[in-house]
């Protein structure tokens, strides 16, 4: 399961309404790449849902969906919104590949 927390949720409603998007599109998340550098991931809105290759969840009124194929990788992974002094924006945790951790073969 993909975690939205209540201040990412209302980050999410208020850039779909500034984007004047359907009410019904949802927080697409997806895995780019990979290998040293760990997973990068991306969020992007989206309306088009196929069951047959995406699952949905769902916290505070937003829907996240994500591949079916990626959603093992990102069991537990939480989605939040930070605003501090070092800048402001969404961060995603994954404790299945947490952050900086590299890779032996290159000494990462």
């Known amino acids: 399961m993909?975690?939205?927390?209540?201040?990412?949720?209302?980050?999410?409603?208020?850039?779909?309404?500034?984007?004047?998007?359907?009410?019904?599109?949802?927080?697409?998340?997806v895995i780019q790449g990979g290998g040293c550098s760990g997973l990068r991931y991306g969020l992007t809105f989206d309306h088009e849902?196929?069951?047959e290759t995406?699952?949905?969840?769902?916290?505070?009124?937003?829907?996240?969906?994500t591949r079916k194929k990626f959603a093992e990788f990102l069991d537990g992974t939480v989605i939040d919104y930070k605003d501090n002094a070092l800048g402001r924006g969404f961060?995603?945790?994954?404790?299945?590949?947490?952050?900086?951790?590299?890779?032996?073969?290159?000494?990462g």
């Open 2 to 29: 993909i975690v939205l927390t209540e201040v990412a949720a209302s980050q999410v409603i208020a850039a779909r309404q500034a984007q004047e998007l359907a009410p019904d599109s949802f927080l697409r998340m």
């Open 49 to 51: 849902f196929n069951p």
């Open 54 to 65: 995406d699952t949905r969840f769902t916290q505070y009124g937003v829907d996240v969906v």
């Open 91 to 107: 961060s995603i945790e994954n404790p299945n590949f947490p952050a900086g951790e590299g890779c032996s073969g290159c000494g």
